[in-house]
């Protein structure tokens, strides 16, 4: 049925529609006073080197913890912030709230940000991200922003201007969700990144001879690049085995930690934890 309604689109009008209309008002207008109360709080998922099991960098997800929905999927509320205009100040407190916890990491980690289309294409935000490093004094060298590709669908003089302000300032920038675009090699290219995260479906069909060519381009251009590579979502350690003789340095995903708020956080190496958990 909504294969059909989605390839005719002859309705109007559905109270099905309707009624998701009004659902998402109703989040929208309880995001703004979650924003407003500075509700959305922040987990974070550390960034291993493989080689050494060390962390080397932890990524800020935002987590809304909704009174009666539990918690809600950035996947929904980042849409709803977009959408709501919301996005912008949720931003400048995401960016604030991250450079504040990254006062209290061992000072050799750096901290990851994501970065919604919207929120790239905002006028005030090398402002944004100049001020919360200047208000929580953290090392500019310590904070990476990523951004996926879909930010380079609108115009992409404007966004190389943005990318060369931002890293004028001393921020290193990612390319997040690497693979799943339309043309991402031709971005990685073009634009100054710093590091690659390759995406989580790679990383799922790693087994295959496929994804392991293209694995293998990808690491090559990384190289010629100079760019660091990470893959995200990695679950367990054949992947972690096929990353490694791959040349893939880096790796991020529940095999090694699922996102915690920053109190539980751990510093040590997987090896020291698993024995701690077994003990
Ligand atoms: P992302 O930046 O690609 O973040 C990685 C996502 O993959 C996170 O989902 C993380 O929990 C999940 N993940 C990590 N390792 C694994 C794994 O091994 N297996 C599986 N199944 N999943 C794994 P999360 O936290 O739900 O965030 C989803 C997306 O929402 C993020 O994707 C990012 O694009 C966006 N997002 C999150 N926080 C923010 C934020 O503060 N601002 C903006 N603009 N976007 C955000
Ligand atoms: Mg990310
Ligand atoms: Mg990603
Ligand atoms: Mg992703």
Redesign the pocket.
Known sequence: RSKNAGRNCFHVYSPELKAEADQRNVLEIELREAIWREE?E??Y?PVIELGTGRVKSV?????WHHGTRGYV???EF?AV?EAGGL?VE??HQ?LAR?CRDAMNMPGDIKVA????AL?FASANLVDTVTFALTQSGLPQTRLEL?I?ESVFLADTKENLRTLQRLKALGVSIAL??FGVGYSSLSYLTAFPFDKV?I??SF?DRIDRCETVAVLKSIVQLAKTLKLSIVA????SSEQVRRLQSLGIPLG????FS??VPLTELSWQAPTARRKRRVA
């Open positions: 959305i922040l987990f998922q990524e800020a997800l935002a987590r999927p950035p996947a980042i912030a996005i949720l931003g995401v991250a940000v994501n970065l919604s929120q990523e996926t997040d969700d995260k995406d989580k990383i995200e979502g990695v679950e991020q995903g529940f095999h699922k996102p």
